[in-house]
Structures are given as structure tokens and as C-alpha cells.
């Protein structure tokens, strides 16, 4: 019997439901991060790979969806130099390539705090070359060699919403930059939680240190604008909806905290996401689950182990009154496939140790006309259960209609410490209207996926 193209060897095939893979592609050992999709006049698509680890971004042509080309790998800063350079986040819009910038995570990309990296936002033009961006500036966030700029949203027009570190706040906070002028971005307006403004507060009563600051309020994003309203996934701090109408003047809305019972003590991001969905008075919130590759193996192994995880999922949140968001629905476990050599996702690979298993990234479509907008499906990169597809036509019942888990890498592209086996993850997807599933992994490269019906 033949092993799929895309096995990494006989009897490491990942495992797939309801779907088919079109494509993989290695990336030239670059592990990509947030992708967005670009589609010429010409009717030429292109995809911008952000980099996990790296000082810049993957280019491909993807026009053939079949048999994708890598453009070129294109360098943002000296990585020499620049030894914690992340460039994680990437938006196309308006002919505009926004790329994040930001500081890596020792834990998970191998680099020490003290490592130098820039932060901010570069603005490239894609009109005159898709393949050869012109950038046309580079604002910065304020902090030197901090967090920078994380999920962010742009979708066309002056105004791009950040999630970004700033002087005098904890953490990230929701950030405005007018980019009418692309070659000079301006910040226009700002919001934040009370508890983030630390020059409003004494020295030593805020938190210090990366998990610490989990349970803290903080933008994870993006901030994701619709009809004026912005919903941000929060951390701590939950769901929030703030009125941007008015971008120098943000207002809170409403908001709703889901930790606890949800999230909490080894997790990722407490609230990562919150997708509103289009003509429809629901949207789907998310808690980070976590890659099992980026724990600390004396934590599993150690009698300090924290024991039972708080669960991480994805709620389905009536937003019909903005001041009263309202859990509705949970979605369902992620299907366990048939000769899956573990009970569960929670205790895969840690040797019985239970996991903050959960989501991590969903599909943004972002008013963009060449992503796919279906606000009865959603698509999420469960991290080692990997791509899950939703039927979310009813948000009371909701249900699982495909999957595919990716192979198990054989190498690292990185040195990070693991606790256990590498498994197969997915990081983050992003879907076209042609109905082609782009989806990047840990440690390994894109594959290129397509749903059977």
C-alpha cells in the first residue's frame, strides 16, 4: 500500500476526515506563522508567510493552488544582529503588506530575553512588485526589544488595529495607527484596561514576568473591527467589545470574562480571539490551549506539576446587545480518528500528564474578497489535533464536519527544549475563495488542504 504524498515516512501519515491535501511545501525550513493572502489584478494569488522564528517572510506563489512556489524569503533586519527577531503577523489590503515585528519567547523559540530584536509595523507596497515588496516605512512601538506588534487587523482603508506593547502599560494594549499616509503611520486613539496603565501605579503591584502577565488583562487580538465595534480577545480580561466609531475616542462596550472557569495556570493567551460573524448577532471566542513542545520538561516530569488543566475551547457568544455578551453554545471535543495511539489530546505525548490542550488560531476573513467569508463554518489549527472544520449554521449545535492532523515532524527547524514526542501541530490557517485551506505547522512547512464536499 502507498503512503500519501505528504507522510514523512511509512506509518507517519497524519490522519484526515472529510478532506484531501492538495500540497505541501517545506518553506525552505522557515516555520511560517500568520499567512495573508494576495490576489492581483491579474488574478494571480500570492501567499505572505509570517515567520515564527526569523527576521523576516516567506513569499509563494500560490496561483496553483497544486504546486505552490517559494518566491523568496525576504529580510526584514540583520538576523545577526537581531537575534530574537520575530516577524509573526502579516495583513494584505489595499495593495499594502503590513508585517508585525516583535520579540521572541525563550521557551518557545529558543532565544534569551536579553536577545535584541526590533518592534513595531512595516508598511510594504505590493503594487509595483507582489514578489519584490517596496517598503515604505517602519513605525515603532515605543519599547525597546519588547513583545512589538502581535495579532493586528487591517482591512483596507487609513486606520490598522493593533494589539501592541507601549511606554508605560502592561502588556498589549489596543493601538490605532492612521495609515492613510502609508509612508507615515500616525497613532490616532488607544484604549487599554485600568489595570494595564503601570505609570498610574506604585513600583512591585503589577506583574513581572511572562506568566505572571498571563493572568493579567491584555490585548492578544486582533482587535477585530466590524460595523464599529471592535472585539478583542482579552487574556484575562476576557471577550470585550469597544466602540471604535469614533477611533481617537474608543469606548468600552461590554465584556465577559471566561477565566475562570475557563483557561488559567499553564495555558496560552486566557482569551486569544474574538471573531464576530458576519449578518449574524453571534461571535465565536476563543481560549489558547498550548504546543506541548514548549513546556518546561522539569514542570512535567518535576512533583511540582500543577495537575488538573483548566479546560481551553472555543464558546459561541451572543452579541446581539454589545453590553450583554452572552455564552450560548461549546464546542464539541475534537474527534480522536481511529488508530490514534492516545485516548485523548490532553494526556498525547506527555505520558499521561494532562495538558492545557486547546485552539489556537481560526480563519479571519477580514472583508477581504479573495478569503473566503462563511459565517456558518469556521476553521481553527487546533494545535496537535490539528485542523478542525465546523458546521456553525446553528449556534446551538454545533458540529464537527472534517479534520486533518499533519504527520509528525522528524527535525526541529529550531533548537527548543521538548518534554516529549514532536508531534504533528497547527499553527494557523487561512482560506481563500476558492474554497483552498492554507495551513502552517510547528516544525514543519504548509500544507495546502481542500474539503471533499
Same mark, same amino acid.
Given at each position: ?63 496553483d493552488p497544486a504546486d505552490p512556489r517559494l ?55 505590493l503594487k509595483e512588485d507582489p514578489e519584490n ?44 495607527? @492612521?495609515? #492613510?499616509? %502609508?509612508?507615515? =503611520?500616525?497613532? !490616532?486613539?488607544?484604549?487599554?484596561? &485600568? +489595570? ?121 457568544? @451572543?452579541? #446581539?446587545? %454589545?453590553?450583554? =455578551?452572552?455564552? !450560548?453554545?461549546?464546542?464539541?471535543? &475534537? +474527534? ?118
Open positions: 500500500m502507498t503512503i500519501p504524498f505528504y507522510a514523512k515516512s511509512p506509518g507517519n501519515e497524519g490522519y484526515i476526515k472529510n478532506m484531501k491535501v492538495v500540497a505541501f511545501h517545506d518553506l525552505g525550513g522557515v516555520m511560517a506563522f500568520q499567512m495573508a493572502l494576495y490576489k492581483t489584478a491579474g488574478g494571480k494569488y500570492y501567499l505572505y508567510c509570517g515567520s515564527f522564528k526569523g527576521a523576516g517572510y516567506n513569499i509563494l506563489d500560490v496561483t518566491v523568496k524569503f525576504f529580510e526584514v533586519c540583520d538576523p545577526k544582529i537581531y537575534v530574537a527577531q520575530s516577524t509573526p503577523k502579516v495583513q494584505v489590503a489595499d495593495d499594502l503588506l503590513l508585517v508585525a515585528l516583535g520579540g521572541g519567547i525563550p521557551y518557545l523559540h529558543g532565544v534569551a530575553y536579553e536577545d535584541k530584536n526590533i518592534g513595531g509595523l512595516m508598511v510594504f507596497s515588496p517596496k517598503l515604505l516605512s517602519h513605525w515603532e512601538t515605543g519599547v525597546q526589544d519588547g513583545m512589538g506588534v502581535h495579532r493586528f487587523m487591517y482591512n483596507g482603508g487609513r486606520y490598522a488595529h493593533l494589539s501592541s506593547d507601549c511606554p508605560g502599560y502592561i502588556g498589549q494594549i489596543y493601538r490605532i495607527l @492612521d495609515i #492613510g499616509d %502609508p509612508e507615515h =503611520p500616525v497613532e !490616532v486613539g488607544r484604549w487599554w484596561m &485600568p +489595570e494595564q496603565f503601570s505609570d498610574g501605579m506604585e513600583a512591585g503591584t503589577y506583574p513581572v514576568g511572562h506568566h505572571d502577565e498571563k493572568d493579567w488583562p491584555q490585548l492578544h487580538g486582533p482587535p477585530y473591527v466590524q460595523d464599529g465595534i471592535a472585539y478583542c480577545g482579552y487574556w484575562a480580561g476576557g471577550g470585550v467589545l469597544v466602540d471604535v466609531s469614533d477611533v481617537t475616542r474608543p469606548k468600552k462596550l461590554g465584556q465577559l470574562k471566561m477565566m475562570p472557569p475557563f483557561s488559567g495556570k499553564l495555558a496560552g493567551a486566557r482569551c486569544h480571539t474574538f471573531l464576530p460573524l458576519r449578518g449574524r448577532p453571534f461571535g465565536v471566542l476563543t481560549n489558547e490551549g498550548e504546543r506541548f513542545a514548549s513546556w518546561n520538561k522539569e514542570v512535567i516530569e518535576s512533583s511540582a506539576n500543577p495537575g488538573a488543566q483548566p479546560m481551553n475551547n472555543l464558546h459561541m457568544i @451572543d452579541v #446581539g446587545n %454589545p453590553a450583554d =455578551p452572552t455564552l !450560548v453554545a461549546e464546542f464539541p471535543y &475534537p +474527534e480522536i480518528p481511529a488508530g490514534y495511539p492516545y485516548p485523548n489530546f490532553n494526556t498525547a505525548g506527555l505520558n499521561g500528564t494532562q495538558g492545557p490542550f486547546g485552539p489556537h488560531n481560526i480563519h479571519e476573513p477580514m472583508e477581504k474578497p479573495w478569503l473566503e467569508d462563511n459565517p456558518n463554518r469556521l476553521y481553527c489549527c487546533y494545535f496537535h489535533a490539528g485542523m478542525r472544520v465546523y458546521d456553525i449554521s446553528d449556534p446551538y449545535y454545533i458540529k464537527e464536519i472534517a479534520y486533518f492532523m499533519p504527520p509528525n515532524p522528524e527535525h526541529k527547524y529550531f533548537e527548543v527544549p521538548m518534554p516529549g514526542p514532536l508531534l504533528g501541530t497547527a499553527e494557523d490557517c487561512i482560506v481563500d475563495d476558492r474554497g483552498y485551506i492554507y495551513m502552517d505547522t510547528y516544525h514543519d512547512g504548509l500544507y495546502i488542504l481542500r474539503l471533499l464536499a
